[in-house]
């Protein structure tokens, strides 16, 4: 079936699902193995020379996951996804299909605390430097470019200053230098709140275990390829060239748009095995069958508790990016359906003590380090996520004794705006 027909909220349930007839099961089957047995010996020769489509092990595929794949394209409108074992493994095999040593690549500063050390720390020893633009400004990318640079990295919207960068801005950039143009956009919810594809992204990755899924209850990540890059312009001899893993193999001539996605799965998960379980990508189909439902009801409250937490008196601070005061407003009215999302950042009046006291206070709001859940969340970075960060870097990332940050759940969130009620009389 055609899906780019068909609106989001549709895509959302009827793309991956299984209409066999032999069974006429409804839900999609979860396939608890670890590999397949093959019809015969030149079979499974065709499908280890990548001549035949088939599944070998799970590690490389499987059918529950195959499913869930389709059903992230299709939300996408990409030429294929692939399914990994967390946000962290979708971003590590992203990067390292493309770059090697001695390459690199050019992100923005705004970026959430995991991806920067890997950037920082893991990808340097592997030899891949990381240029951190200034600011996210496109010509600030532009500058760092390089005849070795492999790739642009963004965020759709920042984690956890929920700025939005010039999407547009930056596309251009990245296709005016033959290079790929990277986004994380686990804020935009699948494509439903934001699609980086409409606006010149080349790849996107999603930390699936937040909306996609939905409910906290497994981790994931997942690589969408928009099938819009011209891998044979000379920058890119891994995908374009013979590939040495493979006998010479070229993916480009092999796989056409899709030659990016296939050496993702064959080389990230084949080589690193960052594979989810079966299990994990049927909840993640599950999670993907409301996901416009809930996100629309997220970031509604999300509004109502920001207004209400703008006019408590034992507040400070309310950074709202569906506020014209926050940097990332125009941006998020252009790039972002409704101009929002469910995260809001707020910094109460009085000491750490009276903040931790309120966060230990809530009933409702769960303390934890998530967004996207069922429940709300409220984070205090600078016990938690920032706890090793020196005061000087505390303030340079603006973490400050009292921020909290607040991920919408699926509550009425009028019982949500009781429980911080009788959680500030904790405060000073
Ligand atoms: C923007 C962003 N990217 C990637 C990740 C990493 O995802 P995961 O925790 O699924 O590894 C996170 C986690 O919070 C995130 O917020």
């Known amino acids: 079936m055609d899906f780019s027909k068909l609106r989001f909220e549709t895509r959302q349930i009827h793309a991956g699902l299984d209409h066999s007839p032999e069974t006429g099961a409804r839900g999609v089957a979860i396939y608890p193995t670890a590999a397949y047995r093959f019809k015969s010996c030149d079979y499974a020769a065709d499908l280890f020379n990548l001549s035949a489509p088939g599944n070998i092990y799970t590690r490389l595929q499987n059918p529950t996951t195959s499913a869930y794949e389709e059903r992230i394209a299709a939300l996408y409108g990409g030429v294929g996804a692939l399914g990994v074992s967390s ?13 090697s040593e001695g390459d690199n690549i050019v992100v923005s500063p705004y970026l959430y605390g995991g991806t920067y050390n890997l950037f920082r720390h893991t990808l340097r020893r592997l030899g891949i430097e990381v240029r951190i633009a200034p600011t996210d400004a496109p010509a600030d990318f532009a500058a760092l470019i390089s005849d070795r ?15 939005v960068p010039d999407l547009e801005g930056i596309g251009r950039v990245a296709r005016d230098n033959g290079v790929p143009f990277i986004v994380d956009n686990t804020f935009g919810a699948a494509g439903y709140l934001c699609n980086p594809f409409e606006w010149g992204a080349n790849i996107v990755v999603d930390s699936a275990t937040k909306w996609i899924n939905g409910h906290g209850t497994a981790m994931g990540g997942v690589i969408v390829d928009g099938g819009n890059m011209d891998w044979a312009n000379g920058r890119f001899p891994a995908i374009a060239g013979p590939s040495e893993g493979y006998h010479g193999l070229n993916f480009h001539e092999a796989f056409g748009r899709a030659a990016y996605i296939v050496k993702c799965r064959v080389d990230g998960l084949r080589d690193l095995g960052p594979c989810p379980s079966p299990f994990d990508s049927y909840l993640m189909l599950l999670g993907l069958e409301t996901l416009s439902l809930r996100v629309r009801h997220e970031v509604e409250s999300a509004r109502r508790l ?35 999302s ?21 009933r409702l709001a769960a303390h934890m380090t998530m967004i996207g859940d069922s429940v709300t969340v409220v984070t205090h970075p600078a016990s938690t996520t920032h706890r090793q960060l020196s005061e000087a870097d505390l303030k340079a990332a603006g973490v400050t004794p009292t921020l909290l940050r607040i991920s919408l759940g699926l509550e009425d969130v009028e019982d949500i705006i009781e429980d911080f009620n009788q959680a500030f009389a904790y405060v000073d």
């Open 149 to 163: 640079t492999k790739a642009l990295f963004v965020e759709s919207m920042g984690n956890p200053t929920c700025v």
């Open 342 to 362: 469910a995260v809001l950042n707020v910094e109460l009046k009085g000491s750490l003590e009276s903040t931790v006291r309120f966060v230990e206070a809530l």
């Open 87 to 99: 946000g962290m493994s979708a971003i590590l095999v992203a990067v390292t299909a493309l770059a």
């Open 306 to 340: 920001a207004q209400y937490l703008r006019e408590h008196p034992k507040v400070s601070k309310v950074s709202f990016v569906g506020f014209p005061d926050h940097p990332g407003y125009e941006n998020a009215k252009k790039y972002y359906r409704f101009g929002a």
